[in-house]
């Protein structure tokens, strides 16, 4: 409320020595004619003027507030994604890894040639996976090839019994992804 009163008493007072001023040049017709209702008039004028400018400041600082909460939010949402695929490959990672070596294993008594190819395309898999660890997103293109790395070690793996089909639109391939987002299917 005294802000209130503060507004309307500086909006008199302006008014005041504006008349003050114009009475002091001489100035005919410049001035108002300063009565007690103009006053009232004028006070209340200066305190609907202060609570406006209350009513705008607080929608200005409610709307930035919602505005940080919904990027809270979505910030959140992206983190827990962002874990939720973290832990995926990190689930599918060592499963993969042991039973590529449990086959390498097996293929050396097998067939050696296999199982030396084998070595070569996890030890390229595994690099490649180190190298996609910091990167946020790859071209599906990128992610495809790294599809078609797993399943030449899962090929050598299963043999016959896996067969694979592509169908991908040329157009899909220049998407953006998380890497090894296809890994776990």
């Not at 595994?126 to 996609?132: D, G, H, I, K, V």
Request: hydrophobic share 50%; aromatic share 10%; glycine share 4%.
């Amino acid at each position: 409320m005294l802000n209130w009163s503060l507004s309307g008493f500086f909006l008199v007072l302006a008014a005041w020595l504006w008349n003050t001023f114009c009475e002091n040049l001489e100035w005919s017709g410049a001035g108002i004619v300063f009565d007690p209702v103009i006053a009232v008039l004028i006070f209340g004028l200066g305190g609907l003027l202060y609570a406006l400018q209350g009513i705008i400041h607080y929608l200005i600082v409610e709307f930035e507030r919602s505005q940080a909460a919904r990027r809270s939010e979505l910030e959140s949402k992206l983190l827990a994604r962002e874990s939720e695929l973290r832990f995926l490959r990190s689930q599918v990672d060592p499963h993969f890894l042991f039973n590529s070596l449990n086959s390498i294993s097996a293929l050396t008594t097998l067939d050696a040639a296999a199982a030396r190819r084998m070595t070569l395309q996890l030890a390229d898999f595994l690099r490649q996976s180190l190298r996609l660890a910091g990167v946020e997103r790859i071209p599906l293109a990128e992610e495809c090839a790294f599809v078609r790395q797993f399943l030449a070690i899962e090929q050598i793996r299963f043999g016959d019994r896996l067969r694979v089909e592509e169908d991908l639109a040329p157009e899909a391939l220049a998407c953006s992804v998380p890497p090894l987002i296809l890994q776990p299917l």
